[in-house]
């Protein structure tokens, strides 16, 4: 792999003397702290270019450093060990006093234990609240120069001069020599710029240390045995050996005057620069940042420290230690690879070779084995040998007979209920929408269900005895729609129940084709959709007319939806490269017999899947995938022309920034502009009793990888009456306070046009396809007066910010709107004569003339959303 060179260098600072400077950032990446030779410590903020904050009641010659969220703890070559506040950023206390020079401190994981390393001969633990608790270790016996808690805090790691490396056990109650790790590194003195630092990697089975011959050694914690190694990258000694937050890149320094970015994969060098005198190397826990300390004192912060086309490397989970044989990979025919909340990872069968004799006759060799091998003396060694089936255990550990089994089955999409959650315990969730929810309980011998609404004025909640034992339902403000299973010899049911009639007999039921059920079905204010097991798209009136029975083209179908006269299927197309079919839908006009889309594709990313489809309040088709994504289709009434727009990228809220919190959200519908959807917490995918409250949460098509910061928190909050989740009083209290910057108004105003573009584009394909009202022509008028509007915003902060060189972007801007009276234009000539873009303003007159004079109508017909 060829290596990458930084393309812009950072810029030296120069923080304290000449001499030993190390630096650290807390654990939250929110300051980066230094010490040096001089009696100042100084605490740089991260995103902050300015001057840093400097601590100067410190000792001089400060030699270690090891960092926490509230503080941090400096070690000097007085003895000194002080403890130093990062809430006042001054001096707090003196923790230890050694009789010889500190050489490291490392804080324990739980952040309750200091270790200190020095000349001495032993290793002192300091407790950090209570510094009369001590514990010295000494049996190693020799000065010690590193010193590095593995991060369970279960161990702790002694480089020594004698270049023997010990590792003490911390789980009983005296810390317990357990291993003496020799031959590894070589004899140093602690006062050499070369390290031989033990740095454990993030998942904790092994650790890298620096070698003699200038190579990094991997060695396994499981038998300190020597596993992989970084080799041929320094040519000199090294003096700093980091790992990435995940594990999956090695940052290392030497005395070559090279700095080299390894991946943990294949040992391989993908960055190579170059900084003379680098002692200390520290990452950034959480972005695509490092910073650096040299023996000049200087200091080097570091963005874009991983190339471009590397950067994706820091994104990934957790990556594993780099083993010669991992131990985790190694899993027997007996054994299953980890679960994920419960449900097997999908993976893509085994292919046979192409020369393959099985390949070659089809498949057809095994069918012929006779059983030559025969159990005539009642061993047993024969004992399920050849055979054809699978025995009733190899669905315990996943296994079949075959390998080639799975191969010519292509991995369907499984169908589901949208709204509904699969059992627990004895209760599930029929139905869950924002007209209410309907559930319904496990009795043994019956069930029963219960229809609650929102709203009690206009919907009365009951509850009634289920013999059928219902487990679909579907909810409008007309109307209940259960079904259940075929059992036996009953056929299944489907089951409708209205809430108003002007008859006596208000609700009826249908009985399916014997061995037929129901895969899913929906409900609108004017027919009954129902999809099954027989491949068949049943449709039916409100009061049970069978209106058209049909065999889609795309199945086994998944689900369906509806609204008013369109109703929507998705069923498993052809099979793709990975293994999965892909997915296919269809929209279709009841009444008008009339096909919007017919077999079209639906829009996931590799191994996504469909988790949720409905209509908006608007009656715009929406999707919900297992990525967190929302998506709506535009167009979808003009046949060939639909395209899947994303609203909501949920992963990318402002409110899972911090990386404090893991939680999903389980989609219940689209209205008012907005997402309303149950928060799930604690890795559960699907809500439970009691009731969750709904969330809701305004669209953010996204634009890029950060959070956009808004004015205004966007909080979730249920939209009938009650708080939406306890989790926003963790968030930050100054962020309401913090003003806006121009890139984040821009972003913000770039959000509103793309937005309001949207549903412009979408209540035009509804007026062109109905009968529109006055006031629905208003609506659209009033919409394109406020993309003009925002694109005067727009042009503005362009004309503020910028000089005359941003000029054709603020011109592009312009030439976006849509009004050809000649108001907008004029108003955008004012703009950019207040802010002094004479020639901004010159090109804008010039484009407001062709406009009136019809030569600009010709950019209407590139517009996208007219």
Not at 110 to 123: F, G, H, M, R, Y
Not at 259 to 275: F, P, S
Request: proline residues 6%.
């Amino acid at each position: 792999m060829a290596a990458t060179s930084i393309v812009s260098r950072p810029r030296p600072r120069p923080a304290h003397t000449q001499g030993t400077t190390r630096c650290a950032y807390t654990p939250d990446g929110t300051k980066l702290v230094t010490v040096g030779s001089n009696n100042t410590i100084r605490l740089y903020k991260t995103g902050f270019d300015g001057e840093p904050t400097n601590i100067d009641d410190c000792q001089e010659q400060n030699l270690a450093l090891a960092t926490s969220n509230d503080f941090f703890i400096a070690g000097a070559e007085d003895g000194t060990v002080s403890y130093y506040s990062l809430e006042q950023n001054m001096f707090d206390k003196f923790l230890l006093r050694t009789a010889l020079p500190v050489r490291d401190v490392a804080v324990s994981p739980d952040n309750k234990w200091c270790a200190v390393a020095s000349d001495e001969l032993t290793v002192k633990l300091v407790s950090i609240a209570d510094n009369t608790k001590l514990l010295t270790l000494k049996e190693h016996g020799k000065p010690t120069k590193h010193l590095s808690f593995d991060p369970k805090g279960s161990m702790l790691a002694l480089s020594c001069t004698d270049g023997v490396i010990y590792v003490y056990s911390l789980t009983a109650e005296h810390p317990e020599l357990i291993r003496k790790v020799d031959g590894v590194i070589g004899r140093i003195e602690t006062e050499s710029e070369a390290s031989c630092r033990a740095a454990w990697h993030p998942d904790g089975r092994a650790f890298a240390v620096p070698t003699p011959t200038r190579d990094i050694q991997v060695v396994s914690k499981n038998d300190w045995e020597k596993q992989r190694v970084f080799s041929h990258g320094h040519d000199g000694d090294i003096t700093s050996v980091a790992w990435s937050p995940n594990g999956a890149l090695l940052a290392s320094a030497g005395k070559d005057k090279k700095l080299l970015i390894w991946q943990t994969k294949d040992q391989a060098v993908i960055a190579r620069y170059e900084y003379p005198n680098v002692i200390d190397i520290a990452w950034h826990p959480t972005k695509n940042l490092a910073s650096f300390t040299t023996s000049d004192g200087e200091v080097f912060i570091c963005d874009e420290f991983v190339p471009e086309q590397f950067v994706s490397l820091l994104s990934l989970p957790k990556q594993s230690a780099p083993f010669i044989h991992d131990p985790l990979a190694e899993i027997g025919p007996n054994g299953r690879r980890p679960e994920t909340n419960g449900t097997s990872l999908p993976s893509r069968p085994r292919r046979g070779s192409l020369d393959s004799l099985d390949d070659l006759l089809d498949g057809n060799l095994e069918d012929d084995d006779d059983g030559f091998v025969v159990d005539d003396d009642g061993a047993g060694y024969t004992l399920n040998a050849a055979r054809k089936r699978a025995a009733d255990d190899d669905d315990v550990f996943d296994q079949r007979p075959s390998k080639r089994g799975n191969f010519v089955q292509p991995q369907l999409h499984p169908s589901f209920q949208p709204g509904s959650t699969p059992w627990r315990g004895n209760r599930k969730y029929l139905c869950l929408n924002l007209i209410g929810f309907v559930w319904t309980v496990d009795q043994d011998s019956h069930n029963t269900v219960t229809v609650e609404f929102y709203d009690h004025e206009y919907h009365r909640d009951f509850h009634f005895t289920d013999t059928f034992l219902y487990d679909k339902a579907c909810l409008t403000e007309r109307g209940t729609l259960f079904s259940c299973p075929p059992k036996d010899d009953a056929p299944a049911v489907v089951f409708y129940r209205p809430h108003e009639t002007w008859t006596q007999r208000t609700d009826w039921r249908i009985e399916l084709p014997k061995g037929e059920a129901v895969l899913a079905m929906s409900l609108s204010d004017t027919f009954i959709t129902v999809t099954t097991t027989g491949n068949y798209v049943r449709i039916y009136t409100l009061f049970g007319i069978p209106y058209r029975v049909y065999r889609p083209k795309s199945t086994p179908i998944v689900t369906c939806a509806s609204w008013r006269d369109y109703f929507l299927t998705m069923g498993n197309g052809p099979v793709g490269a990975d293994g999965m079919c892909r997915l296919l839908y269809t929209i279709e006009n009841i009444k008008r017999d009339e096909v919007c889309q017919n077999e079209d594709t639906v829009a996931l990313p590799e191994g996504a899947t469909v988790k949720s489809v409905f209509f908006s309040d608007n009656g715009d088709p929406c999707i919900y995938d297992s990525t967190g994504t929302l998506l709506t289709l535009l167009h979808w009434r003009q046949p060939s022309r639909a395209t899947w727009i994303p609203l909501l990228d949920t992963k990318l809220l402002p409110r899972l920034a911090s990386g404090r919190k893991r939680e999903t959200y389980f989609p219940i519908a689209v209205a008012d502009n907005k997402f309303h959807c149950i928060i799930l917490k604690g890795g559960d995918q699907y809500p439970y009793f009691p009731r969750p409250l709904l969330s809701e949460f305004d669209f953010s098509i996204p634009l890029t990888s950060a959070p956009a910061k808004k004015p205004r928190k966007n909080k979730p909050t249920n939209p009938h009456g009650g708080n939406g989740s306890d989790e926003e009083m963790l968030s930050s209290p100054d962020s309401d306070t913090e003003e806006p910057t121009p890139q984040s108004e821009s972003l913000a105003l770039t959000q509103t046009y793309l937005q309001k573009s949207l549903l412009a584009s979408q209540l035009a394909d509804l007026l062109s396809a109905t009968r529109p009202t006055a006031s629905q022509r208003a609506l659209l008028a009033r919409l394109e007066v406020d993309i003009d509007k925002t694109l005067l915003q727009m042009l503005a902060i362009e004309c503020r910010e910028g000089g005359e060189e941003r000029g054709m972007r603020a011109l592009e801007i312009v030439q976006l709107m849509r009004d050809r009276s000649g108001r907008m234009v004029e108003a955008a000539g004012k703009i950019a004569g207040r802010y002094g873009r004479a020639l901004l303003g010159e090109k804008i007159r010039e484009w407001g003339e062709e406009v009136a004079g019809g030569a600009g109508d010709g950019c209407e017909e590139g517009d996208e959303f007219d």
